[in-house]
């Protein structure tokens, strides 16, 4: 185990400047990471510009992306970057791979594929970059020697824009990536889905500086078609040429998604200021004929917006559970929490003890941040999970109503 501290100061710069150095010297290049937006656009982004060194880059998305994210799927294939579904897929590349990159990822558990990683890369020595802003619970590195670009931050992409800094310092002959609308695009989408569409905001003067920096190269570098020869123009709404234009993308519905969400909200318990929403098999089947199944990539879609949603009810903490798999393919029950925007009275991160005591021999691992964390525990008996995780939401109504 390697426990996980941000890095200041000198020794930070010293990392920064390795990982900087590294990239330089090699030409093959593997990202992977705990699937969410923000992994995601740390890997487009910091993929994207090594494609402009010319150097080869692959992403590992075991199950493709949701239809709000597609953009980023087609940003990738675009620029011949190679997305990876298999685990055999990974193993063809066992040759040719120089550098793993890691992406906003507590830890190993949450990568998929990793028993793979770790047998063909990690295992042979093989350069290893870790890029996060995740501490606390059991948020560990990967690797115990690899190069750790760790600090506190909104978002990984914010890290990863520092890290863009300096490549375009050390490499000026290569085109600035703050001209590319597409690592801007990937920056910005990892911004604003870890922070709320920027209502949760740790550190509001980096946020501030980000946004207004990406944002403002982002308008700076959108050009409009115009209709000619029988060609169509672009659209007011064909490009997204503001983070706000992102951050509407990000957050929409369809039609059906939107019915789905209220019958969902239905069944929030509210609890002395904390909201609890159980998706687990025996609630999904009171809904079965008029909702689509948790495993299908309309859930997952939907799931931000309700993991986003439960918390506001109550004004304080929410609670989702549901049925899944974790990132080796095993059967589990997630346990995601957020604070609602408006309530920092609690670090969610202190939930980890009680659950573990809670789930003893079921406890799988999670983490997070003091505002939004996600813990996973064995699939088992609904009942049982429910009787034990009372002790769980009796800890969270204490620390809300702060009797201790």
Known sequence: MFPKQPIVGEVWADHLERAVS???????FLFCGDIDPDSVGSMVSLALFLRLMDKQAAVILPNGLNENLSYLTSILNHNSIRILNTEH??????????????????????????????????????????VDHHFGADSEAVTEEGIKLFREAN??????????????????????????????????????????????IPFKEDFDYWMKKLGGRLAENTRWRETKNGRPGDGKNSK??????????????????????????????????????????SAYKEIENICKPNDSDWFADILGFLLNHVPEETGKVGVVCYHGKNAEGEDCVFIKLRRSTE?????????????????EGYYMGGG?????????????????????????????????????
């Not at 088992?380 to 999970?385: A, L, S, V």
């Open 155 to 200: 978002a990984t992409t914010e890290i990863i824009g520092e890290f863009l800094q300096n490549l375009a310092r050390k490499f000026p002959e290569t085109t600035d990536p703050f001209s590319q609308r597409n690592i801007l695009i990937g920056l910005i989408t990892g911004l604003l889905a870890d922070t709320a569409s920027g209502k949760i």
């Open 240 to 281: 997204f040429e503001t983070p706000e234009k992102i951050r509407e993308y990000l957050d929409c519905l369809t039609v059906q998604q939107e019915e789905y969400f209220a019958i969902l909200i239905k069944g929030i318990d509210r609890q002395e200021g904390l909201g609890f929403l159980n998706l687990m098999n």
């Open 368 to 404: 997070g941040h003091p505002g939004a964390a996600s813990f996973r525990v064995a699939s088992h008996d609904e009942k049982e999970f429910l009787l034990r995780f009372q002790p769980v939401a009796d800890f969270i109504k204490a620390h809300i109503k702060g009797v201790v």
């Open 343 to 359: 309530y920092d009275g609690f670090d969610l991160r202190q939930v980890e003890d009680p659950i573990k005591r809670a789930f």
């Open 89 to 130: 897929e990974i193993r063809d590349l066992r040759n040719s791979i120089e550098v793993v990159v890691v992406c906003d990822t507590a830890n190993a558990k949450l990568i998929p594929f990793f028993t793979t990683l770790q047998e063909e890369f990690v295992q042979k020595n093989v350069q290893v970059i870790e």
């Open 22 to 28: 590294l990239v330089g010297a090699k030409e093959n």
